[in-house]
């Protein structure tokens, strides 16, 4: 089991950008990691996933705005949103599995794929 950790929420700008942090408590380089994201009352949605190898899948509503990467060394593992839309407030939450796969789907894999969560961080657009 690891422990994820996130953090970079904040309230931003619509149009601007900014980096999400999620920290790992554990050496996770065989794990597919995640990003989330979940408004009151709406299901969890799969924002981004990277697999071991570094293969990327973005979901369609932040497909060419967003960038997940990782950095094995410290154990992080990154989200870069810009232009960023009102629609993109939620809390964000990192996930994990340790199957190394993420998906042979073009859309990231759903939450049930992973067993490890972090707390969330907010993130809120402002027009």
């Known amino acids: 089991q690891v422990q994820l950790a996130e953090s970079g929420g904040g309230s931003v700008q619509v149009g601007g950008s900014l980096t999400l942090s999620c920290n790992a408590s554990?050496?996770?380089?065989?794990?597919?990691m995640g990003w989330f994201r979940q408004t009151p009352g709406k299901e969890r949605e799969a924002v981004a996933s990277i697999d071991s190898d570094g293969n990327t899948i973005y979901a369609p509503s932040v497909k060419g705005r967003a960038t997940v990467s990782r950095d094995d060394a410290k154990n992080v593992l990154y989200l870069q949103l810009n232009d960023l839309k009102p629609e993109d407030t939620a809390v964000y939450y990192c996930?994990?599995?340790?199957?190394?796969?993420?998906?042979?789907?073009?859309?990231?894999?759903?939450?049930?794929?992973?067993?490890?969560w972090g707390q969330g961080t907010q993130v809120t657009v402002a027009s």
């Open positions: 554990t050496y996770y380089t065989s794990y597919c």
């Open positions: 996930a994990a599995d340790a199957g190394g796969f993420c998906s042979g789907s073009p859309t990231p894999p759903p939450p049930d794929w992973y067993t490890d």
